[in-house]
Antibody, heavy 118, light 111 residues
Framework: EVQLVESGGGLVKPGGSLRLSCAASGFTFNNAWMSWVRQAPGKGLEWVGRIKSKAHGGTTDYVEPVKGRFTISRDDSKNTLYLQLSSLKSEDTAVYYC?????????WGQGTLVTVSS | DVVLTQSPLSLPVTLGQPASISCRSSQSLVHSDGNTYLNWIHQRPGQSPRRLIYKVSNRESGVPDRFSGSGSGTDFTLKISRVEAEDVGVYYCMQATLWLTFGGGTKVEIK
């Protein structure tokens, strides 16, 4: 059974940083492309970015509003995906989901809430 | 950027009746590999999203056959043949042909 468990969310001040983790199990993690998707309170879904498998270069892509501020990485030895958030703004407040990608996200975690507020 | 426009925004439905949601793309979603990466996502209140349909018309394992997807190019439709109580929530179309974007969502509720 595919399982994705996010952690690391919390309250952070504007300009601050946070690192989210996503522990994966039930599939061959090192072969998977992985994404982060966020959802602001009461709003729709927004793709944040992805990291390809190392077999496909391990490269990352990001949506424009987070470029230069967010970094996605992976540790295949630990079956874990990361999202480093920095220079946070109030508009980054959201539930952050990690998701496995197969022709788009197919399995999603339960999400972790990031609140950016002074 | 690919923009996905869903309609309607809200869809009150009667139990047992059909429902239909439209998703229109700002550009063709046919990938250079010949596939069309248009998916449908369902999110129940307070829950994580779940993919129902991938590549226009393929149901995920465990998805009831009352759900069907169709369309091509820039116009796509999700149909529910007979709405059940568990079908409430928000439905999103999502494309993975050019980067990844979501439609704005359609809220399905029971009348």
């Amino acid at each position: 059974e595919v399982q994705l468990v996010e952690s690391g969310g919390g309250l952070v001040k504007p300009g601050g940083s946070l690192r989210l983790s996503c522990a994966a199990s039930g599939f061959t993690f090192n072969n998977a492309w992985m994404s982060w998707v966020r959802q602001a309170p009461g709003k729709g879904l927004e793709w944040v970015g992805r990291i390809k498998s190392k077999a496909h270069g391990g490269t990352t892509d990001y949506v424009e509003p987070v470029k230069g501020r967010f970094t996605i990485s992976r540790d295949d030895s630990k079956n874990t995906l990361y999202l480093q958030l920095s220079s946070l703004k109030s508009e980054d407040t959201a539930v952050y989901y990690c998701a496995r990608e197969l022709w788009g996200p197919d399995y999603w975690g339960q999400g972790t809430l990031v609140t950016v507020s002074s | 950027d690919v923009v996905l426009t869903q309609s309607p925004l809200s869809l009150p439905v009667t139990l047992g009746q059909p429902a239909s949601i439209s998703c229109r793309s700002s550009q063709s979603l046919v990938h250079s590999d010949g596939n069309t990466y248009l998916n449908w996502i369902h999110q129940r209140p307070g829950q994580s999203p779940r993919r129902l349909i991938y590549k226009v018309s393929n149901r995920e394992s465990g998805v009831p056959d009352r759900f069907s997807g169709s369309g091509s190019g820039t116009d796509f439709t999700l149909k529910i043949s007979r709405v059940e109580a568990e079908d409430v929530g928000v439905y999103y179309c999502m494309q993975a042909t050019l980067w990844l974007t979501f439609g704005g969502g359609t809220k399905v509720e029971i009348k």
